[in-house]
């Protein structure tokens, strides 16, 4: 549980998220061209391709708040 307060731990717990997403990402993108190898006509490739964007965005949502974070931890507003 992260107290109230506790930028740190805010930060931290941010940024925790924003690697996750990232990682998802990066499997999505690994995944998409396994399937341009396999199905060079098919859209399996492209739905990996729109996944892995998503994870990117989700990724800067989370590192937007991550850095606020750490500034109010560091006595910034």
Same mark, same amino acid.
């Given at each position: %549980?992260? &107290? =109230?307060? /506790? @930028?740190? +731990?805010?930060?931290?717990?941010? /940024?925790?998220?924003? #690697? &996750? !997403?990232? @990682?998802? +990402? &990066? $499997?999505?993108?690994? %995944? +998409?061209?396994?399937?341009?190898? =396999?199905?060079?006509?098919?859209?399996?490739? #492209? @739905?990996? &391709?729109? %996944?892995?964007?998503a994870y990117h965005n989700e990724a800067k949502q989370f590192e +937007?708040? !991550?850095?606020?974070?750490?500034?109010? $931890?560091? $006595? $910034? #507003?």
């Open positions: %549980m992260i &107290e =109230k307060g /506790d @930028h740190s +731990a805010l930060a931290e717990y941010y /940024d925790k998220e924003a #690697k &996750e !997403a990232n @990682h998802k +990402a &990066e $499997g999505m993108k690994d %995944m +998409a061209s396994d399937y341009l190898k =396999k199905y060079p006509k098919n859209t399996f490739a #492209k @739905h990996c &391709e729109k %996944m892995e964007q +937007a708040p !991550a850095q606020m974070h750490r500034k109010a $931890g560091k $006595g $910034g #507003k």
